[in-house]
């Protein structure tokens, strides 16, 4: 935690995802101060019948952005800003496409390597 996880139609090559996976990692820890070890991103490639908008066939983008609550309302909003900026200029989807959210997450809830998560870092 944090884990970001990103819906998008299929299609997006390999190395873009390593790219935006490894700018998406730099990029929280630098805004939200998790550790590195903490930050995983995941892909869910959407097959085109699998995508809809308004109940018609679409081709949104939705980011997913769970992390342990405890950060100022500036981080989370800088987060959910910063994330989508990374996804519109590493794929030059219209953000009009793109769509980015934030849950939080009690740490006493979390639990990572058998063990409850420790509160998050003030950010």
């Known amino acids: 935690m944090p884990l970001i996880v990103v819906n998008t139609r299929a299609g997006n090559a390999v190395d873009l995802k390593a790219k935006v996976a490894a700018e998406i990692t730099e990029f929280v820890h630098q805004t939200i101060k998790s550790e590195y070890y903490h930050i995983g991103v995941?892909?869910?490639?959407?097959?085109s019948e699998s995508s809809y908008v308004a109940g018609k066939p679409g081709a949104d983008t939705v980011i997913n952005c769970n992390i342990r609550g405890g950060r100022s309302d500036g981080a989370v909003q800088a987060l959910s800003k910063g994330i989508s900026d990374i996804w519109h200029r590493s794929t030059g989807q219209p953000e009009s496409q793109i769509e980015v959210t934030v849950s939080l997450m009690q740490a006493k809830y979390?639990?990572?390597?058998?063990?409850?998560?420790?509160?998050?870092?003030?950010?």
Request: proline residues 5%; glycine residues 4%; hydrophobic residues 50%.
């Open 110 to 123: 979390v639990f990572r390597n058998g063990k409850h998560m420790e509160e998050a870092p003030f950010a």
């Open 42 to 47: 995941l892909f869910h490639d959407l097959a």
